[in-house]
């Protein structure tokens, strides 16, 4: 089952999404890692993650680029944390996809559903803010959209977590 969730930052997203992996009934959970640490903010969120996830399970997995998702495999549940640093990683890093960063996250995203029992991926509103932003800017959203539409119909259940609150966009559950 592939679960994509969806939201602005600091609404719940990552609580919400750690909810549903725990639901699985696969014997591993793994947290696929995709912010590089670069930065006293970005190493503080990183604590702030680990925190959450202590005592629950997760084996870590640094995958700040698509290639390193291809080791991950079997009876087990992914949390995808984040679909949008991983994008910035593709598009802007030298030895990242550039501007087939769609279509690649897209393919691997697959892929990985397609090897593993369940699949929560976390990803980021970017366009509800109204700032105009700088041509890179703009294409690295344009670029998230995308990537985001694609899997939201590939998904089996898409939500939307608005102040702490799931809203169910697509799905049974």
Same mark, same amino acid.
């Given at each position: *089952?592939? &679960? /994509?969730?969806?939201?602005g930052?600091?609404?719940?997203?990552?609580?919400?999404?750690?909810?549903? +992996?725990?639901q699985?009934?696969?014997?591993?959970? +793994?947290?696929?890692?995709? *912010?590089?640490?670069?930065?006293?903010?970005a190493?503080?969120? +990183?604590?702030? @993650?680990?925190r959450?996830?202590?005592?629950?399970?997760?084996?870590? #997995?640094?995958? #700040?680029? @698509?290639?390193?998702?291809?080791? &991950?495999?079997g009876?087990?549940?992914?949390?995808?944390?984040? /679909?949008?640093?991983?994008?910035?990683?593709? /598009?802007?890093?030298?030895?990242?996809?550039?501007?087939?960063?769609?279509?690649?996250?897209i393919?691997?995203?697959?892929?990985l559903?397609?090897?593993? *029992?369940?699949?929560? &991926?976390?990803?980021?509103?970017?366009?509800?803010?109204?700032?105009?932003?700088?041509?890179?800017?703009?294409?690295?959203?344009e670029?998230?959209?995308?990537?985001?539409?694609?899997?939201?119909? *590939?998904?089996?259940?898409?939500?939307?977590?608005? #102040?702490? &609150?799931?809203?169910?966009?697509?799905? /049974?559950r």
């Amino acid at each position: *089952m592939m &679960i /994509l969730v969806t939201g602005g930052s600091g609404n719940g997203r990552s609580a919400f999404a750690e909810e549903c +992996i725990l639901q699985s009934s696969a014997p591993e959970r +793994i947290y696929a890692a995709t *912010m590089r640490p670069f930065g006293a903010e970005a190493q503080a969120r +990183i604590r702030r @993650h680990r925190r959450m996830r202590e005592g629950k399970g997760f084996v870590t #997995c640094e995958c #700040c680029l @698509h290639g390193e998702m291809a080791s &991950i495999s079997g009876d087990c549940a992914v949390l995808l944390e984040d /679909l949008a640093n991983l994008a910035a990683n593709e /598009l802007f890093e030298e030895e990242g996809a550039g501007e087939e960063t769609a279509e690649v996250l897209i393919q691997a995203v697959s892929e990985l559903n397609e090897r593993v *029992m369940d699949l929560v &991926i976390v990803t980021d509103d970017v366009f509800s803010d109204g700032i105009v932003y700088t041509p890179e800017t703009r294409r690295y959203m344009e670029i998230l959209a995308e990537t985001g539409s694609a899997l939201a119909e *590939m998904a089996d259940e898409v939500y939307e977590v608005v #102040c702490g &609150i799931p809203l169910k966009l697509k799905g /049974l559950r």
